[in-house]
């Protein structure tokens, strides 16, 4: 049974009591629900965890590698998602609250830059090797479309695909000659990943013709010969990484055993390939000789980071592979939080009397 408000900003007369905090709610604009429910005998069933309050509290942060240690950037505590490091590591791109589309410069002591205006606008991208241009999802000509805009701001935004009743088209990664754009193709909750020429006849073309299960989150190797993705072609909401060569073969190596999803090469080698899986970052060593393989997964002291839904990555690599760029949770302060909240369920017995007493009925 649904409630009709918020449990944890009911505002009686007097102003807001916050009878319960911390209610786990769907990120990342998809439903919103909150996951609670109660009985007519006054029990009441609740998760804790993320919430949209909390997501608002995200920022940007830079995390070392090697150790994990995390340094927050000077930026303010807001809903960010999707942040991507320009090809020569000096700027940054991300998207903000409202679905704005905004940069940053990374030698500090700026503010962000407002990219985009009106509508929605959404997981930009850098285009390689110069960083010209960045690209983007937005529906500003109805339904959403791909989109380029140069960096500076100058120009008018360039329509790169038509809108698609339906579908919602993800940028996720430019091949290193800057010749070709990956980008996933969701409809629902299923995705395809397509290629789209930047040159040229600007057809769209398939990773597979038919493929098994959602496909997404594609990038490209750094010398653009492999091509990495997550796939659920093995079983049903069961994400696992994959890697293909580019242009395809029609070979395909598993690279992830018990689940993995947003996968990023190493930076500038390509040696090594990260993914994460259930609130952990995790690493294998690639090596791409004949036959391809990679060694277990091991763990890289990284965690934390906030991942709203499968349409969004939301870390990145430096260009000298020596950090990530990652949304964590803001402190109080303003300083890098590498825990999440967890997620429990909780149980309140006689909820209704409580209610009663801190919500009177009105006269």
Known sequence: MALPFDLSTLQPKGGPIPLIEGIMRALGGQTGV?????ANNGTLVYISGISDTSLSRSTLALVDRATGKAQALPVRPAPYSFPQMSP???RLAV???????STYDMSGGGTLQRLTFGNKNSNPIWSR?????????SDRVGNSALFRQLADGTGIAEALTKGEKDIFPLAESVDPAGKV???TKRQGSQGSIWFLPLDGDRTPAPLLKEPKGGQSHATFSPNGRWLAYTSTELRANSPQIFVQPYPTTGAQYQVSTDGGTYPVWSQPDGKQLFYLWNDQMYVVVVRAETPFSVSKPSTVPITGIIQPGRSQRNYDITPDGKQFLVVLLASAQGEASLRLPRA????????HEELKQRVPAKP
Request: no cysteine; proline share 3%.
């Open 34 to 38: 909150g996951q609670f429910a109660f």
């Open 88 to 90: 020569d590591g000096k």
């Open 95 to 101: 998207t903000t609250e409202d679905s704005i589309v």
């Open 129 to 137: 090797p110069d960083g010209k241009y960045v690209f983007f999802t």
């Open 181 to 183: 754009l990956a980008f």
């Open 344 to 351: 429990q369920i909780n149980v309140v017995l006689n909820w």
